[in-house]
């Protein structure tokens, strides 16, 4: 089967690496891809909001599956444009959901009012629009501090403030339904109830009927060692989380996969793909902090390499409608990612920079994203650049592996957290013995 891979960050790298894997695969082509994909597909550079360059390449190239893995094209209507064309409507089976489905991510309010009419555990909240500002601010007013000030739209994880009180809760509000610079994502905006725990996120496969879990994992968003700093895409990640033993994950799994899988199809909201469903572990209780339509970056790098199953076996039952007959297996050992960065992200950085030592590495998995191939040069090209991933027996030695290897790679400017998993050495339980980590943007 040729497939179609849509997207070109490091949780695209993971996802190619993976598929490559597959007795089933023949062809894989990624748009637009980055230099670490073509070593298990073929690059190709279209403009996807073009449905004519689209549907050439989908036929030229027999396509029969394509995956989507940023939410950006699903919240645009991806899925939806091409099971509108009569081209190649019955030639393709999309891995990802209509946008219909992906509300789920593109707005909060609505994914917030979905909790609410299928019961599933998440904050208190009020919605207001910019016309409401007066309004927002006085329910700051009546409310406790900390405050979760929410963006309704996509706002590339600049669309979430923790304001710790009153005044910056105000400005945050000023910030964003006065006019900020991010848009029609902040004409609604959500006033949410703050929750003290540990954050971790799951994940489930779909095809609208059955659905299988996947692996969790625990990302790191704050720039800095012991969560300071301003917030990222994500620093790093480890898969499994110590605290989402089998009672927690079967919480999980009833109170919220079930039911949000129960929900869509009860809606007749048709939906084929990833759920990602970030938690908030409170005193040994799950709570919904986000849905995402897609896999995590950089979660994907630590749990696709646990995935002992083959994944192209697994959209083949999508594609089927037989998932509920797919098998997942999962190695039991700990994968810590980190993150190598640009120095001065999530801010101004710079690119352009070589990058040596890949070639050195052994033991771990480097996943690429903020690259680029300057003549025959690997040189970076974004924020967050590469991601490494190791396996260990368990926590710390994953950790310790994935340091080694990241260590091994050079840049002029290299930034990395040094603490990726160090808050669940000493985690066995989502109440004490670790400094709560609350969620503090998307992605």
């Not at 910056?168 to 006065?178: R, S």
Request: aromatic letters at 6%.
């Amino acid at each position: 089967m040729n497939v179609l891979l849509i997207g070109g960050g490091g949780r695209e790298h993971a996802l190619a690496w993976k598929l490559a894997q597959s007795s089933m695969l023949d062809e894989l082509y990624v748009v637009p891809g980055n230099p670490g994909t073509v070593r298990h597909g073929r690059n190709v550079n279209i403009d996807l909001k073009d449905p004519r360059a689209l549907r050439q390449l989908i036929i030229d190239k027999r396509i029969r599956m394509v995956v989507v893995g940023p939410e950006g094209p699903l919240v645009e209507g991806l899925h939806d444009r091409i099971a509108a064309d009569p081209q190649i409507k019955d030639l393709v089976t999309v891995i990802g959901p209509t946008a219909s489905a992906a509300r789920l991510e593109g707005s909060k309010e609505f994914a917030k009012e979905f909790m609410l009419r299928h019961n599933i555990p998440t904050a208190q909240f009020r919605v207001f629009g910019r016309d409401q500002l007066p309004e927002a601010v006085q329910h700051i007013g009546r409310m406790e501090g900390p405050y979760v000030i929410k963006a309704d739209g996509l706002a590339q994880g600049k669309g979430v403030v923790i304001a710790a009180d009153r005044p910056a809760a105000e400005k945050a509000l000023n910030d964003m339904l006065g006019g900020s610079g991010l848009g029609p994502a902040a004409d609604r905006v959500l006033i949410e109830q703050h929750l003290v725990g540990v954050e971790l996120s799951a994940f489930l496969i779909t095809d609208g009927e059955a659905f299988k879990m996947l692996p969790s994992a625990k990302d790191y968003k704050r720039i800095g060692d012991g969560d300071t700093g301003p917030n990222t895409g994500g620093m790093g990640a480890v898969s499994p989380v110590p605290f989402a033993d089998k009672d927690f994950m079967g919480k999980v799994h009833d109170r919220i996969a079930v039911p949000t899988v129960r929900g869509l199809r009860s809606e007749g909201i048709p939906y084929q793909g990833f759920i990602f469903m970030g938690l908030m572990n409170v005193n040994g209780e799950p709570y919904v902090i986000e849905y995402n339509v897609r896999l995590g970056d950089p979660e994907a790098q630590a749990i696709l390499p646990r995935l002992r199953s083959d994944l192209m076996d697994l959209f083949e039952g999508i594609a089927t409608g037989t998932l509920s007959e797919r098998h997942v297996d999962v190695d039991d050992r700990t994968c810590a990612t980190v993150v190598l960065a640009s120095e001065g992200y999530p801010g101004k950085y710079r690119t352009g920079m070589p990058i040596v030592g890949m070639e050195m590495i052994k033991a771990a998995h480097v996943f690429q994203s903020g690259t680029a191939l300057e003549n025959d040069e690997l040189v970076t090209a974004g924020g967050r650049v590469l991601s490494v991933t190791a396996f260990g027996k368990d926590i710390e030695h994953a950790i310790l592996n994935a340091y080694a290897s990241a260590s091994l790679i050079n840049f002029e400017g290299k930034s990395q957290r040094m603490d990726i998993g160090r808050d669940l050495l000493r985690t066995t339980s989502g109440k004490a013995g670790s400094s709560p980590t609350v969620k503090t943007g998307v992605k």
